[in-house]
């Protein structure tokens, strides 16, 4: 065979030959079939172990394409960085969620049909409403959107692919509205309904910040600017909380429950987090005269650095250099904010020096990400928030697309058992007995 390995098992001197199968990047070997390598016929056969998963295909999929040796993110394709000069946010979502491109009436009935599931029911808003105010908004949006399951039962309609659409495109619709809400609860202010004549983000800003006036029109370069960030956030391969998604989706409960893991799984600090830590970091650098010793600190290995770095890249982040351009964009609308002369020199000096760029310490997207968030006049505690209203276009498609893929089951990894063999119970009381007899 060609296009297959050769397995000797030293112990018994066999030979197997394993099929290779092709993706369009990647080469794979099915783990199944090392089941085959016995020693004696008793055996279960070899496991591959794999912690965390590093390099292990667990689906086929064919949304995301990363390659993080060179620094490449494509959707259904398409390079990050065309997207993000070329098209809007709603035609990213289409795209993600559906394949391809929309064309202007699909993309006009794909955001009318988002714009109508932006309200809530009233008992989602109670949930929030229950939460001290000074509790993180992370855990009421878990919280209010695992409650939604119960409103719409077509949400257990797993199966079906016509209750998948509907229910997509109502977990889309609604996140933006429970984000925005958790904002207003911590700020102890009332809550914004939906506006029908904003878009998708223009709504969402004025949700968060519609004050007395009449009507709220967000600034256009702020709300280019976040729905830039919303388009790079969109999806990006089998990370923590989309692997989370399908293996929770995978026991098939209602969508919002299954969403609410992926939300629980984006929580924290090593995923989703990432970008309030790296404004805490700025905050506690404090001015760019500092930024040189804090560097000496880290490489001391006294102190830890945010936002370098990616458990995928190796190069730069192609998402940090778009992410970059639309941070100067929210500058010139809402002034210099100081944090952001802190991170050019971090990155300046960073990028000069050998012991960064061995390690493949480079910017990512959680570098910016958060300052823009803070430029805006948003808090830390919000921007995990933000991420998950970005990422539930990719976890829903995700979602949908493990629905059907036919090799799919119930998510169920092997362990490689390190405990006791077989042994008889003997009480230790009984033993001490057996001793002294």
Known sequence: MADSLTIIDNRTGKSYELPIEYGTHEAVINGRALQQIKKDPEDFGILSYDPSFRFTA???????????????????????????????????????????????????????????????????????????????????LMSAVASLGNFYPDAKEVTNPQARRRNTIRAIGKIAT??????????????????????????????????????????????????????????????CSANAMRAVGSSQPDVFSALTAAIGALFGPLHGGANEQVVRMLMQIGDKKNVADFVEKVKRRETLLFGFGHPVYRAYDPRARIIKKAAE????????????????????????????????????????????????????????????????????????????????????????????????VVKPGAKAAALKK
């Open 58 to 140: 667990a689906c086929k999929s064919s949304i995301t394409y990363i390659d993080g040796e060179r620094g490449i993110l494509q959707y259904r394709g398409y390079p990050i960085d065309q997207l993000a000069d070329k098209v809007s946010l709603e035609e990213a979502m289409y795209l993600v969620l559906f394949g391809e491109l929309p064309t202007n009436e699909q993309r006009d009935q794909f955001v009318a049909e988002i714009l109508a599931e932006r309200e809530v029911p009233e008992t989602a808003r109670k949930i929030i409403d229950a939460y001290p105010p000074n509790s993180h908004p992370m855990t009421m």
């Open 178 to 239: 429970l984000g925005a809400y958790t904002y207003r609860h911590m700020r102890d202010l009332p809550y914004v309904y939906p506006d029908a004549d904003l878009s998708y983000t223009g709504n969402f800003l004025g949700m968060l910040f519609k004050g007395q006036e009449s009507t709220y029109k967000p600034d256009p370069r702020v709300e280019k600017s976040l729905a830039m960030l919303f388009l790079l956030h969109l999806d990006h391969e089998q990370n």
């Open 329 to 424: 964009d929210v500058v010139a609308v809402m002034g210099m904010n100081p944090l952001l002369e802190v991170a050019y020199e971090l990155e300046r000096i960073a990028l000069s020096e050998d012991y960064f760029k061995s390690r493949n310490l480079y910017p990512n997207v959680d570098f910016y990400s958060g300052l823009i968030y803070q430029s805006i006049g948003l808090p830390p505690d919000l921007f995990t928030v933000l991420f998950a209203v970005g990422r539930t276009t990719g976890w829903m498609a995700q979602w949908n697309e493990m629905f059907e893929d036919k090799d799919q089951r119930i998510v169920r990894p092997r362990q490689l058992f390190i405990g006791s063999a077989k042994r008889d």
